[in-house]
């Protein structure tokens, strides 16, 4: 049995001396690296938070400490060393979480994967073990050098500092990176703190790309990664930190197992807030993730454990490099367009634009909040910003889209990725928020594109916009097959038209990426006898007059979207109908107004009844209630 084997939580670790905790660190990397290679998944994080975890569950005692997990993509270790050991499932149904998981294990605490939250958890979980007179329960919060970058850490980091005797304990996995380098305007600055290679080859890569990166968390960022290389004329962290009222200690070496521990351990004693500074590197000990000058294998799919290359190729989804094109072909024509990131060049398809216009390109770190409000300045300022976003992210920033951009009228474009059911990263990456939200929007216009042609044409629609906020909204995975119209209705495509041979009819709305599923159930349901219309209508917001007009010539309205059924396309449907007066009969079909748990998209889809075969029994069911109802004083008169 290897020592791995042997661990079936955490007290199983606290009996190992030194060497043994060093082949233990060795076996979990190799556990990781050929789990993650047949499942794929957030392999360079964890291999940087190996001895880090390790010195953390041999210094607490959880559950009974508090260990939290900032955005929790690099909690697989920690699920290793509390029991969990199956990996072969990972973030597949009936397999692990990606993330922590309070179902998996009372070791879990923090499931949802937005990041720069858990020092507001740990805020949180020391004022009521204070209150509840359980001082001797220590917090204790990891939070990685991108999570910091975001607003919410600042906001708990002054709070935590306040609570002098509420001990909680900041762990800061400093890896220099979210996905990219976490570079806040010291592109030049940084060149002198790493002198690997793989680093200047990044460095350069982002050079190229980012060459004036927001000064993000500038003091801060200064403070963590100056000191690392012992610059003097660097402000020494701990007084900036001591100034917030924190101890300081570090920074310490994150792959040091005894000198984490020791440090922890340190933390603890001072009985009060203090920041422990751990230097880690992304990827380490797996040399291809060390040396991807992208984003040291973050995230991806399946990949070949002897070179590190993805299986399925790691450009990422189609509808994310058609974006990516397109805002390159903007770009050239439109010299006001710029593009805003939130530490996601690469995820988010901007690489080719910031390579292309190196000096209109942001990256702000992960700050979707002011990302949205600096666009705002940016459009005040006359320019057309396009901020790139995956849609689950832009929800804390909701307040900045309502009352900074649409209250202002300014012409902001949101272009949200991973829209919709994405799946293998659970319920809080979903996109199934943006059409609600956005609908609550005075001002805001949404296009929600059916395949590749049309989200270059939407997208162009969108930045031709000057007098308001504008979003476009594309899901995960491959870009689908182009669905040519076979007609216009007003602004709407017609992509379908089928007689029926019983007199009822169906207008089937299809919203973005149900387009394609709609003109399959259309022609199951045509073949039912029933005569359908499906329509696209490009823009969701406003919503087209002329589906007034096609809605009284239907017995039956379906609306199909990839959202929360909740204040989306169909209740918007539903809205303009009504007040129109038009009582056509109306079905939504969307995602249940849930968190859904890991599995892949099909088989969310599938279940949730977002199919072809789904769609038409559900419409075909519906239309036969109609008609029953419709025959039912004709049949009764004929009774009496
Ligand atoms: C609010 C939010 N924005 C963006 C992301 C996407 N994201 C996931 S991990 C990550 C980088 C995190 O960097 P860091 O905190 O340094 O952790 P590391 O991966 O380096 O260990 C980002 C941007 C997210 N999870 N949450
Ligand atoms: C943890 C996080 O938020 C991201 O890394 C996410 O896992 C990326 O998912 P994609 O695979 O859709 O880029
Ligand atoms: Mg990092």
Redesign the pocket.
């Known amino acids: 049995m290897s020592l791995l084997e042997s661990i079936t939580g955490p007290g199983d670790l606290k009996r190992l001396d030194a060497a043994q905790l060093s082949r233990l660190a060795e076996e979990i990397r190799e556990f990781l690296v050929q789990a993650v290679s047949r499942t794929g998944g957030?392999l360079g994080p964890n291999l940087g938070a190996v001895e880090l975890t390790i010195a953390l569950h041999r210094v607490f005692d959880s559950p009974h400490d508090k260990i939290l997990f900032d955005?929790?993509?690099q909690a697989y270790v920690h699920k290793m060393l509390t029991g969990r050991h199956d990996f072969e499932l990972l973030r597949q149904r009936g397999g692990l979480s990606?993330?922590p998981s309070r179902a998996e294990s009372e070791h879990d605490i923090i499931e949802n994967?937005?990041?720069s939250t858990a020092l507001s958890y740990a805020d949180g979980f020391a004022k009521a073990f204070q209150l509840r007179g359980e001082d001797d329960r220590a917090v204790v919060a990891v939070v990685g050098d991108g999570a910091l970058t975001g607003g919410m850490c600042w906001e708990a980091l002054n709070n935590i500092a306040a609570g002098v005797d509420r001990p909680v304990i900041v762990v800061v996995n400093d890896n220099g990176r979210s996905?990219s380098p976490t570079i806040g305007g010291l592109a030049s600055h940084l060149a002198d703190l790493r002198v690997t290679q793989g680093y200047e080859n990044a460095l350069d890569l982002i050079k190229k790309t980012v060459p004036r990166a927001p000064v993000v968390g500038n003091v801060a960022y200064e403070a963590l990664h100056g000191i690392k290389k012992g610059l003097k004329d660097v402000l020494q962290p701990q007084a900036m930190f001591e100034d917030l009222g924190m101890k300081y200690v570090g920074p310490i070496d994150g792959h040091d197992e005894d000198a984490v521990e020791r440090a922890l351990r340190r933390a603890r004693g001072f009985g009060r807030p203090v920041i422990v500074h751990c230097i880690t590197t992304k990827g380490r000990g797996y040399a291809p993730a060390e040396n991807d000058t992208e984003d040291c294998m973050?995230?991806?799919g399946a990949f070949d454990p002897a070179t590190g290359k993805f299986v399925t190729g790691k450009g990422?989804?189609d509808w994310t490099k058609v974006f990516g094109e397109e805002m390159v072909a903007i770009g050239r024509e439109r010299r006001d367009v710029v593009g805003i990131t939130a530490a996601m060049l690469y995820?988010v398809g901007l690489a080719p634009f910031a390579e292309a216009f190196p000096d209109r390109i942001f990256d702000v770190g992960i700050a979707e909040q002011h990302a949205v409000t600096s666009a705002t300045g940016l459009a005040m300022g006359g320019l057309h910003p396009v901020v790139a976003l995956?849609a689950t992210f832009l929800n804390r920033a909701f307040d900045q889209v309502l009352m900074d951009a649409a209250l202002h009228r300014q012409p902001v474009t949101f272009a949200l990725d991973?829209s919709g059911v994405?799946g293998?990263?659970g319920a809080s990456?979903n996109g199934m928020w943006d059409l609600s939200i956005l609908q609550l929007v005075p001002g805001m216009r949404i296009a929600v594109p059916r395949d590749g042609a049309r989200l270059r044409e939407l997208l162009r629609e969108c930045v031709a916009v000057s007098d308001g906020p504008t979003a476009i909204r594309y899901p995960?995975g491959p870009a689908a097959a182009d669905v040519e119209a076979v007609g216009k209705a007003g602004g709407m495509d017609v992509l379908a038209r089928h007689d029926g041979s019983n007199g009822a009819r169906v207008l089937l709305v299809a919203a973005g990426s149900m387009a394609t599923p709609a003109v399959e159930a259309a022609e199951l349901i045509a073949a039912q006898g029933i005569g359908v219309t499906v329509v696209d209508p490009r823009w969701v917001k406003p919503l087209d007059p002329a589906l007034l007009d096609l809605a009284r010539e239907h017995t039956l309205v379906a609306v199909a979207e990839d959202n929360g059924r909740t204040g989306a396309v169909g209740d918007a449907v539903a809205r303009l109908l009504r007040d129109a007066g038009v009582d056509a009969p109306l079905r939504t079909f969307g995602i249940p107004q849930e968190f859904l748990d890991h599995a892949s998209r099909g088989q969310i889809l599938t279940d949730i009844g977002l199919t072809p075969q789904a769609l038409a029994r559900d419409v075909t069911e519906s239309v036969a209630r109609i008609t029953a109802d419709a025959d039912e004083p004709a049949a009764s008169k004929e009774r009496s």
Do not use: C, L
């Open positions: 957030h955005t929790g993509h990606g993330y994967s937005h990041a996905y973050h995230g991806g990422g989804p995820p995956y991973r994405t293998s990263d990456h995960k």
